[in-house]
Structure formats: structure tokens, C-alpha cells
């Protein structure tokens, strides 16, 4: 157990619809960060927080957005889902850059 | 901005036999870490081994050691005495010090065969 919480799961959606991914950072962690995983891809960076503040930002689609909570937790969400869209989705968190980014066990998104 | 390169999609090893898997990056800063993580079949993305950038010698976590070369941008990861459990995707990753940005490979494949 990594001590990363991501909810749900797994998540069944139709297209143009809009999910929230829920991810709980280990305790103390301030930096967190969000990942999407296609099948047998590798991971593609979406967007990092630390301690509430965006931190940095890579190929997320507008369609996309995130925030991280005053209690360090982040929420990403997503809207006018696509087919495309169905991918593994990662949330890591870690206390300082030398240190071990931990990973929760991902949100399995599929859009039907 | 930083880039990281995995160029080989798929490598295969026999049991007890040694493996080197390969990475580079690009980047212009002086101070960052690397990693390697493991992808097993269950998805969870674990810790292999790390390295600092300011650090010349390279690190080693029991059966895993790897080969920094800073002016090369190279890191690489050897496996040796490859284990049946060893199979997996293996990511290559790179965070900055100045930004904490983490960002990956696009992964190596590994079997092992018995």
C-alpha cells in the first residue's frame, strides 16, 4: 500500500458526459501530480499541484482540469468525454523532488 | 523542457541472466533525480532504484544497479540474475529539482523466460 487513495476505481461513462477523479495524497505529501495512461502507453504527464498552487502543466486538454484542496487532496476532472479518453489514470504524491514520488493504484476510466 | 527517451519498446532475458535496459534524457539543469519504476501486470507503478544527479557513483538496490553517465545523458538499468518476477514495463523517469516536474519514458517492455 503506496498510502496514494484513488476513487473510484473504475468508472463506466457514456461520451459528453463529465467525471471527477478523487485522489488522496500520503500524508504530509504536498506535491501531488496526475497522469494518464492509454493502453500499453506510457505515462502522460497532466498537471502538477503543490500545496494548493498549480504547480506545472503538460499535455492536458482543455477539456481537463484539476485543483488540489486545502486539505492537499486534488480532483480531476473531466468533461465532453470522448472515446479517447478511456485510459488508466494515475495520481502520485511526494513530499520533496529527491524524494520517491508514491503512486495511488489509478482510476480505470472507459467511455462507452 | 526536459525529455525523456526509452528507445527500445520491448527487451526479453532468460532466467538468471543479465539484462541492461536503456535510457536518455535531455535538460539543461544541473541538479535533478532519476528514477526507474516497474509496471507489473497489476498496473501499480513501483519504485526500482534512484539516482541523484549530483551524486558520481552509481546506485545499487540488490539485483538492480545502474550506469549514470551525466555528460551523456544516459541511465540505464542493469538487472542481473533476471527472475521470473523481474517481467514487466519499466519506466525511465526524470524530476527536476528546481521545478519537482516528474515526467516519464515511454517504457521498455521486459520478459523473462524461464
Known amino acids: 500500500d503506496s498510502g496514494v487513495t484513488q476513487t473510484p476505481k473504475h468508472l463506466i461513462t457514456a461520451t459528453g458526459q463529465r467525471v471527477t477523479l478523487r485522489c488522496s495524497p500520503r500524508?504530509?505529501?504536498?506535491?501531488v501530480y496526475w497522469y494518464q495512461q492509454s493502453l500499453d502507453q506510457g505515462l502522460q504527464f497532466l498537471i502538477q499541484?503543490?500545496?494548493?498552487?498549480?504547480?506545472a502543466k503538460g499535455n492536458i486538454l482543455e477539456r481537463f482540469s484539476a485543483q488540489q484542496f486545502p486539505d492537499l487532496h486534488s480532483e480531476l476532472n473531466l468533461s465532453s468525454l470522448e472515446l479517447g479518453d478511456s485510459a488508466l489514470y494515475f495520481c502520485?504524491?511526494?513530499?520533496?523532488?529527491?524524494?520517491?514520488?508514491?503512486f495511488g493504484q489509478g482510476t480505470r476510466l472507459t467511455v462507452v | 523542457a526536459q525529455t525523456v527517451t526509452q528507445s527500445q519498446p520491448e527487451m526479453s532475458v532468460q532466467e538468471a541472466e543479465t539484462v541492461t535496459l536503456s535510457c536518455t534524457y535531455d535538460t539543461s539543469e544541473s541538479d535533478y533525480y532519476l528514477f526507474w519504476y516497474k509496471q507489473p501486470p497489476s498496473r501499480q507503478m513501483i519504485l526500482v532504484i534512484r539516482?541523484?544527479?549530483?551524486?558520481?557513483q552509481n546506485a545499487t538496490e540488490n539485483r538492480f544497479s545502474v550506469n549514470f553517465q551525466k555528460a551523456a545523458k544516459s541511465f540505464s538499468l542493469k538487472i542481473s540474475d533476471s527472475q521470473l518476477g523481474d517481467a514487466a514495463m519499466y519506466f525511465c523517469a526524470y524530476r527536476s529539482y528546481s521545478t519537482d516536474k516528474l515526467i516519464f519514458g515511454t517504457g521498455t517492455r521486459l520478459q523473462v523466460f524461464p
Open positions: 500524508s504530509g505529501d504536498l506535491s
Open positions: 499541484y503543490y500545496n494548493g498552487e498549480e504547480r
Open positions: 539516482q541523484e544527479a549530483y551524486k558520481q
Open positions: 502520485a504524491s511526494s513530499d520533496a523532488p529527491n524524494t520517491e514520488a508514491f
